[in-house]
T-cell receptor
Framework: QQQVKQSPQSLIVQKGGISIINCAYE??????FPWYQQFPGKGPALLIA?????SEKKEGRFTISFNKSAKQFSLHIMDSQPGDSATYFCAASRNQGGKLIFGQGTELSVKP | DTGVSQDPRHKITKRGQNVTFRCDPI?????LYWYRQTLGQGPEFLTY????????KSRLLSDRFSAERPKGSFSTLEIQRTEQGDSAMYLC?????????????FGPGTRLTVL
C-alpha cells in the first residue's frame, strides 16, 4: 500500500514533442503528489506538485493531471527541450508532513 | 547559498569503518529528512526529524545507522561498521511545518562508496 508505481522506465522524445510520465498509487491517505527532476550527480529538485482537490495544475511547460478515482497522476512536459533530459520521479505523501514515497524514476532523453 | 547543504559530497571508506555525514537544512525549516538512493532507483526514506525530535525511522535504518539533530538545526547521520551494501547516495531534505504543501527541498547528497 505504500508503493508508488511509475512508468515508463525510459522515454525518448524529439525536441518540441510532448513527454508523458505516469504514476499510480494505492494508499488513499496520500494527499500530496510532487514531481522531482534529477540530473546526474545532483539531488532531486522539486518541479511541480498537486493536491487531490484539483484535477490539473500547470506551471509553464509542465502540467500535472490527477485522477483521484483511478489513483493515478501524470506529468506532461510540453515542447520538450534537450535541457529537459534528466530523470523524473513522482512521489506521494500525506500533506501534513512526513516521508515522501518515490516512484522508480523515468529517464527522459530529448533528442535535438 | 540558502539551500540545503551536505558535507562531505563524496566519501570513500573501507568495509568496517564508521562514517558520519552532516546536513544543514534551509534556515527557517524545522523538518529534516534523510533518504538513501541507489543507482537507478528513487530515493528511499530513512528517518525524519521535527525540530530535535526524531519522529519516524524506516526499517531500512538498521542498528548500525543513527541520526541526530541535537539542537533542531543541523543533523548528522552515522553509519557504523560499514558494509558494501551501504554504498549509495545519502540525501537530506528539509521542509517547513505549516506551509500549504509538504514541499521538501533536497541537498546535493553525499555519495558513499564502501570498498
Amino acid at each position: 500500500q505504500q508503493q508508488v508505481k511509475q512508468s515508463p522506465q525510459s522515454l525518448i522524445v524529439q525536441k518540441g514533442g510532448i513527454s508523458i510520465i505516469n504514476c499510480a498509487y494505492e494508499n488513499t491517505a496520500f494527499d500530496y503528489f510532487p514531481w522531482y527532476q534529477q540530473f546526474p550527480g545532483k539531488g532531486p529538485a522539486l518541479l511541480i506538485a498537486i493536491r487531490p482537490d484539483v484535477s490539473e495544475k500547470k506551471e509553464g511547460r509542465f502540467t500535472i493531471s490527477f485522477n483521484k478515482s483511478a489513483k493515478q497522476f501524470s506529468l506532461h512536459i510540453m515542447d520538450s527541450q534537450p535541457g529537459d533530459s534528466a530523470t523524473y520521479f513522482c512521489a506521494a505523501s500525506r500533506n501534513q508532513g512526513g516521508k515522501l514515497i518515490f516512484g522508480q524514476g523515468t529517464e527522459l532523453s530529448v533528442k535535438p | 547559498d540558502t539551500g540545503v547543504s551536505q558535507d562531505p559530497r563524496h566519501k570513500i571508506t573501507k568495509r568496517g569503518q564508521n562514517v558520519t555525514f552532516r546536513c544543514d537544512p534551509i534556515s527557517e525549516h524545522n523538518r529534516l529528512y534523510w533518504y538513501r538512493q541507489t543507482l537507478g532507483q528513487g530515493p528511499e526514506f530513512l528517518t525524519y526529524f521535527q525540530n530535535e525530535a526524531q519522529l519516524e525511522k524506516s526499517r531500512l535504518l538498521s542498528d548500525r545507522f543513527s541520526a541526530e539533530r541535537p539542537k533542531g538545526s543541523f543533523s548528522t547521520l552515522e553509519i557504523q561498521r560499514t558494509e558494501q551494501g551501504d554504498s549509495a547516495m545519502y540525501l537530506c531534505a528539509s521542509s517547513a511545518e505549516g506551509q500549504s504543501y509538504n514541499e521538501q527541498f533536497f541537498g546535493p547528497g553525499t555519495r558513499l562508496t564502501v570498498l
